[in-house]
Each structure stands twice: as C-alpha cells, then as structure tokens.
C-alpha cells in the first residue's frame, strides 16, 4: 500500500495498492500470476491505516466496476467489471496453457 503522510487533517491516506492473485499447480509444478494497481481518493468515510484489514482493502480493489456506455444510436449498454473474477481467470488460463504445451517424458522405447 501507498500513502500519504498527511491529507486534509487525516495521516497515513491509502492512494493506491499493489494487488497479486497467484495460482499453483503443484501436481504439475507449475505456476501463474497477475497483477494490478488500484488507486483511490480521499472520501467522505476514513478508517485509521492501523485498524485496516487485509479483507477491507482487497475489497476496495475489487468492488466491481459498472461502465456504461451509448452508441451512435443513442443504444445504451452496461457491463460490470469484476477485476477479482478477471485476475483469477488470468492465472487460470496461464495454467491451462502451461499444461497445453507441456512435453511429456515417455520411457526410452529400447528400455
């Protein structure tokens, strides 16, 4: 996490985080991994940086995000982001095609 010392009256103010989803497939012995950054403003709540919790903050990242966009036609369409659901697809699609291309070890065919 990043802060800044001192913001309007408030200390230590989170302006953004590194986030890592990771993935590991030890039966294969492979892994994966994604990464982002989230950044934020000062609001109109603040909780103290010593009373934040791993689960708060991830839940910051990863509020789902709603764009809304109109067409030419005046059409307008909404989606939500899911960056948690996005990430974790990542490394599983990494995964998936760590095994695609794995080479196998056959047993020498004169032992």
Same mark, same amino acid.
């Given at each position: 996490?990043?802060?800044?010392?001192?913001?309007?009256?408030?200390?230590?103010?989170?302006?953004?985080?590194?986030?890592?989803?990771?993935?590991?497939?030890?039966?294969?012995?492979?892994?994966?991994?994604?990464?982002?950054?989230?950044?934020?403003?000062?609001?109109?709540?603040?909780?103290?940086?010593?009373?934040?919790? +791993?689960?708060?903050?991830?839940?910051?990242?990863?509020?789902? +995000?709603?764009?809304?966009?109109?067409?030419?036609?005046?059409?307008?369409?909404?989606?939500?982001?899911?960056?948690?659901?996005?990430?974790?697809?990542?490394?599983?699609?990494?995964?998936?095609?760590?095994?695609?291309?794995?080479?196998?070890?056959?047993?020498?065919?004169?032992?």
């Amino acid at each position: 996490m990043y802060v800044i010392p001192l913001l309007d009256d408030k200390t230590n103010v989170v302006t953004k985080v590194d986030w890592l989803v990771k993935a590991v497939d030890d039966k294969n012995n492979m892994a994966a991994s994604a990464s982002g950054t989230c950044s934020f403003t000062l609001g109109s709540s603040f909780d103290l940086f010593d009373k934040l919790t +791993e689960q708060q903050v991830l839940g910051w990242c990863f509020v789902p +995000e709603v764009i809304t966009s109109i067409d030419r036609e005046n059409v307008k369409t909404t989606i939500t982001k899911f960056l948690k659901d996005e990430g974790e697809a990542q490394v599983t699609g990494q995964i998936a095609r760590q095994l695609a291309q794995k080479q196998s070890e056959p047993a020498l065919p004169w032992l």
